[in-house]
């Protein structure tokens, strides 16, 4: 079946402007997870949902950074007033339910973002 | 808090000879560990993960990892290495709580030489 996929594989965008990076995690898994891929600096937890409503935000680097879930499936994160240091690979996962990390998380092939 | 550490940012080993990946980790109570595998523009693989039991566990490709809660270590390790194993290895724990988020480490980047 289908994997995770997100678009756009790739966005240059200019600093200062908006960008929205989206995900389509594979059907069926409830729980959605994005990370930021930073070079030298590893993975970050961004933020997880849990259906639609995500009930830890505390990941998401500063209030520039939003996301949004609609109908339990594709989940929208929202980068505003984008700056130099937002240049990053975002990635999402997806697994079949939250509740502990023994649920594989499968991860789409990231979003590569560059601020100019 | 909970951290994870890969003391080597980069290793080059010859086709054929083993490999062993570092990882070490800062946890609590009994971590769920887990080693992924990022091939160049791909996203990440799932090689092999830990709950609990048997503390060495097999993984894909060949791939094995041995759980030392006396060290706090998760080494990666494979006999023979081949040339498609090229890849950037990540260690990670699963967070405390419900929500399952991953805390990964920096990462180690496997050179394979001819």
């Known amino acids: 079946g289908a994997g995770v996929s997100q678009s756009p594989s790739n966005k240059v965008t200019e600093k200062g402007k908006d960008v929205e990076l989206r995900c389509d995690p594979i059907s069926g898994h409830t729980a959605l997870y994005w990370y930021r891929q930073s070079l030298g600096q590893g993975l970050e937890f961004l933020i997880y949902?849990?259906?639609?409503?995500?009930?830890?935000k505390s990941g998401l680097p500063s209030d520039r950074f939003s996301a949004e879930r609609t109908g339990g499936s594709v989940s929208t994160l929202t980068i505003q007033r984008t700056q130099q240091e937002d240049s990053a690979v975002y990635l999402c996962?997806?697994?079949?339910?939250?509740?502990?990390?023994?649920?594989?998380?499968?991860f789409g092939p990231g979003t590569r973002l560059t601020v100019l | 808090a909970q951290s994870v550490t890969q003391p080597d940012i980069h290793i080059t080993v010859s086709e054929g000879a083993s490999l062993e990946l570092r990882c070490n980790y800062s946890y609590g109570a009994t971590p769920y560990l887990f080693w992924y595998v990022q091939s160049p523009g791909q996203g990440l693989q799932l090689l092999l993960k830990?709950?609990?039991?048997?503390?060495l566990v097999q993984g894909i490709k060949g791939f094995e990892a041995e759980f030392k809660r006396s060290q706090s270590s998760f080494n990666l390790r494979k006999p023979s290495v081949h040339w498609s194993d090229a890849a950037e290895y990540f260690c990670?724990?699963?967070?405390?709580?419900?929500?399952?988020?991953?805390?990964f480490g920096k990462g180690t980047k496997l050179s394979v030489k001819p």
């Open positions: 949902f849990q259906g639609n409503s995500a009930p830890d």
């Open positions: 990670a724990v699963g967070a405390q709580g419900s929500q399952g988020n991953l805390i």
């Open positions: 830990y709950f609990s039991g048997d503390t």
């Open positions: 996962a997806s697994s079949l339910a939250a509740g502990g990390a023994y649920n594989e998380q499968f």
